[in-house]
């Protein structure tokens, strides 16, 4: 019985496990008049971002990514790093072993997302450029 209530006891103490996602920081999409607060500009940033980067995926030409999204593979993409002016996001697929192992993501396209008019830059590796991407 003494051992029962020492784990019970153990466990609540425990923190509580959260995956961090850089999205979680953004604004409720309905926000109640009586209780507004001052814009949060970093938040402000990924406004529209989800969407933006599902639009690219879905509508791009870029060889890896079309082969990828016909063959089914799960494209995803992650806040790499921000800047003054751009969202810095790889896009690829996360790969692991047969058995489920090793989980590792694979780049297969650098983006970079105008934090102010969300227009697309494709960064051109070989150049060290970055060209817009229009649909």
Sequence with gaps: MCLFILMAMCACHQPARHESNALDSLPPASVDKSEEKPVDKEAARFAGLDSVMAYYIGKTDNEMLSLARNDSSKLEWYIDRLDKQY?????????????????????????????????????????????????
């Design 87 to 135: 969202i810095v996001a790889p896009v690829g697929i996360t790969v692991t072993e047969p058995d489920g192992s090793s989980p590792r993501f694979n780049t297969m396209m650098w983006l970079h997302v105008d934090s102010a008019t969300m227009e697309i830059y494709e960064y051109d590796l070989p150049n060290d450029t970055l060209i817009k991407w229009g649909y």
